[in-house]
């Protein structure tokens, strides 16, 4: 009878033994899948910030020197990602392909201006830096207005920071489960070898 219960309690222990592993096992590929969700989720966010474009509408009175000046400083100002000139005509051509006429023809002239699209490094995509931007191209005489996407900006950025702590929570919750279930892995441990280790105590 004593053996017999002691297979039961060894098979017992060793199929808890192996449940602990591979929960251990289990919790540790997940928090690997979330430590690459965190590593590329900057990545993604940046990726989405640098697709916000800001858009200088320029004065028609512009002289072509002065837009190339500014094209020059935007291009080398330490927020700029990258800059696009889009001139009337082809701001017109393309307004012409998204409503499926020529809106020209009956206006008899081209009302559209010529512009920069700015698209701007992720770290200067918040409201407040956009809006400094913003306030010191409008400032110039030849700018007619700058235009950009705040609502969006601010949608953007607040749903970022709840993504990062929703991850950084899941990531907390994983992290406490495999310590526990490594400390359970340890006590199944030395339970199992408790005869061993009183054995040697007594030696």
Known sequence: MASSFEKFQRRRLISSYFSVILSIALVLFLLGVLGLLVLNSKKVADHFKEQIALTIYLKDEAKEVEIKQLEKSLTLAKYTKSTQFV?????????????????????????????????????????????????????????????????LISLLNDNIKKISLWILIISGVFTFIAVLLINSSIRLSVYAKRFTIKTMQMV
Do not use: C, R
């Open 87 to 151: 001139s009337k005509e082809e701001a017109a051509e393309e307004h012409s392909k998204e409503i499926g006429e020529n809106f020209m023809d009956f206006l008899g002239y081209n009302p559209l201006q010529n512009s920069i699209d700015v698209y701007l490094k992720a770290d200067f995509v918040d409201a407040t830096q956009v809006k400094d931007i913003s306030d010191n191209i409008s400032s110039k005489d030849f700018v007619e207005e700058v235009s950009y996407d705040q609502p």
